[in-house]
């Protein structure tokens, strides 16, 4: 059993403390929110991931998990402080650095024994030894401490999952008794841990996730050529995805990639390249091929209705980034309800669990009950994420509440065919195969 503090209780600090402590350990979370702080205090977990609820209950009645805003506290004891804070996008999509900062200056100022510092935030190569002269300039007092970059691989929507059985743990590193010690911690995994420096660590993430999104925005760009030369992108990705070299992962064309880390990734990337001479040009390409698919969808969408979308209204079926979180940051629904919005028409949503943080961000976006609420005197439908529950509608049913029965589906998740024999409009991405074929 080992001491930790965990700071930042976003989805991946809360995700990865939970189990660390499910894992034996004693954690104590800091956060600058105190509400969030509050309610963790009180039983409710501020996100949602599936899983999680249930092992922070066993952990807290366990005696294995403490909340605090103050970080003496949370340090007293720590052998590790493991930094999980935000590192949203800047200006010209630099990363936006001030929440490390701010987390460095604090445990700079309060710890009062050797601690291990680890770095689970994304963030630019060199950040772990701007955070090491931070803490040096800020101690009061002169303190041994080391940082250790442990990059994070966890999606969310399987955080749990991901982070108990982990492809591999990166270690960074300028001392390896530190990075052993963090090793150590992870031992219960039995995951293949690479240690190597700080700043390979930190690349290691940055082009991991980079080459993600290179998969997504390749294959929505073979699947606008499948469109035109009348191809099946789902069978295209199929019959690619065999091929061990290539592997199915990422292969779903779509409205493109959202979320908290590849759109910012991407940009950060692409901006530490330029701003240290290099030529990022097939990242530039894929952060313009993530932009035409969200344009897909509006162009799709006009051109259903009748050629304009003032005065139209549309039904956006999901609003989450992606299935099975609650997370809305750079979700394509928003992005896309604001284009259709800009060209008069109203729009409507409805999300199985991220309808509260919609409602904070997009108070045009109006929101409905259920999916049929949301066909009610629609125009058309888009599908924005792909959640289980979308698979099994009673179509028939809401084809008879629509005013048009148009459906754009952005994820794929009908079949063509039978959306044509219902009597649908039915558009979905890279299927040209159905359109040649006469629909
Ligand atoms: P988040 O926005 O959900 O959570 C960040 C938390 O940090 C917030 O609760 C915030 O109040 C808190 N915070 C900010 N400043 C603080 C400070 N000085 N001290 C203590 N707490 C502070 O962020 P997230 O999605 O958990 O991401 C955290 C980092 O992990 C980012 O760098 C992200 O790129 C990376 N990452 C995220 C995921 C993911 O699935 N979300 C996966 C891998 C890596």
């Not at 630099?94 to 490390?100: G, I, K, R, T, W």
């Not at 150590?184 to 999104?213: G, W």
């Not at 690619?240 to 910012?264: H, T």
Request: charged fraction near 20%; proline fraction near 5%.
């Amino acid at each position: 059993m080992k001491n930790l503090a965990v700071a930042g209780t976003g989805y991946v600090g809360l995700s990865c403390g939970t189990c660390f402590a499910d894992m034996g350990n004693n954690v104590t979370f800091i956060d600058i929110s105190e509400e969030k702080i509050n309610m963790l205090r009180n039983g409710k977990v501020p996100i949602f991931e599936p899983g999680l609820s249930e092992m922070i209950e066993r952990n807290i009645k366990a005696g294995r998990m403490h909340f605090t805003t103050n970080y003496a506290e949370a340090l007293t004891d720590a052998e590790f402080i493991f930094i999980c804070v935000g590192t949203p996008s800047g200006v010209d999509g630099e990363a936006d650095l001030q929440y490390v900062r701010m987390a460095a200056e604090s445990v700079a100022k309060n710890m009062d024994h050797y601690t291990i510092v680890v770095n689970k935030s994304t963030v630019p190569v060199g950040t772990g030894d701007w955070v090491a002269d931070i803490i040096t300039r800020s101690q009061p007092d002169p303190i041994p401490f080391d940082v250790v970059s442990c990059p994070e691989f966890t999606r969310e929507g399987s955080a749990i999952y991901d982070f108990m059985n982990p492809d591999r743990v990166v270690l960074g590193s300028h001392n390896a008794e530190a990075a052993e010690k963090v090793a150590q911690l992870h031992l219960p995994l039995r995951a293949r841990i690479v240690v190597t420096d700080i700043r390979t660590a930190e690349m290691i993430k940055y082009a991991s996730n980079a080459f993600l999104a290179t998969k997504i925005s390749f294959i929505n760009e073979i699947a606008a050529i499948c469109e035109r030369l009348g191809a099946d992108v789902q069978e295209v990705a199929v019959g690619m995805g065999y091929d061990k070299r290539i592997g199915p992962a990422f292969l779903n064309a779509g409205l493109g990639y959202g979320g908290s880390c590849f759109p910012k990734d991407v940009k950060a990337l692409e901006h530490m390249a330029l701003v240290h001479g290099s030529h990022p040009s097939l990242l530039r390409a894929v952060i313009d091929i993530n932009r035409d698919a969200r344009r897909w969808a509006v162009l799709n969408l006009r051109e259903l209705v009748g050629g304009k979308l003032a005065n139209c209204r549309i039904g956006i079926l999901g609003l989450a980034f992606k299935p099975n979180t609650d997370d809305i940051r750079e979700a394509p629904a928003i992005e896309i309800s604001r284009m259709l919005q800009s060209e008069g028409a109203s729009v409507a949503g409805y999300d199985p669990v991220a309808m509260n943080n919609i409602a904070r961000l997009d108070r045009n976006l109006h929101l409905v009950e259920d999916p049929y609420e949301l066909a009610t005197g629609a125009d058309a439908l888009l599908v924005c994420t792909e959640w289980n529950e979308f698979k099994q509608l009673d179509l028939p049913r809401v084809k008879g509440l629509m005013k048009q029965p148009v459906i754009v589906d952005g994820r794929n998740i009908y079949e063509p065919q039978v959306m044509y024999n219902l009597g649908f409009q039915y558009r979905a991405v890279g299927r040209g195969a159905a359109l040649t074929n006469g629909f």
